[in-house]
């Protein structure tokens, strides 16, 4: 019953490894969205999970799949943590490691 009144947060941290870059996720946007409005170059084509160009494989924390990630990935990466960033709702502070492509501009 107290959960009725309990705050619900507003946005996350996501930290893309291996460039240690930390970026500001607000609730119900997704990672990839987040990411391209901070001008991080995370590699994508679609943005609808068709592609599966935006991959990344969670270290740490907690999400919330748009969609079935069996559609693009195979059931292998699924247990290794993989996802679509396009599709990904966070529901906690993340980590990620990505094959992020940037420029110093991006950062």
């Known amino acids: ?51 599966g160009s935006c991959k990344y494989q969670l270290v740490e ?9 069996g559609y693009v990935l195979e059931p292998e990466e699924i247990n290794r943590g993989y996802g679509l960033a396009c599709q990904t709702i966070l529901k906690s502070d993340v980590e990620v490691i990505i094959n992020l492509t940037y420029t110093q501009e991006s950062l």
């Open 1 to 51: 019953m107290f959960n009725l009144f309990k705050k619900k947060q507003t946005s996350y941290k996501a930290k893309l490894m291996p460039c240690n870059i930390e970026i500001i996720v607000d609730s119900g946007d997704t990672l990839l969205s987040s990411a391209l409005s901070q001008e991080i170059s995370w590699p994508h084509r679609c943005k609808v999970g068709s592609c």
């Open 61 to 69: 924390g907690e999400i919330k799949p748009q969609l079935d990630f």
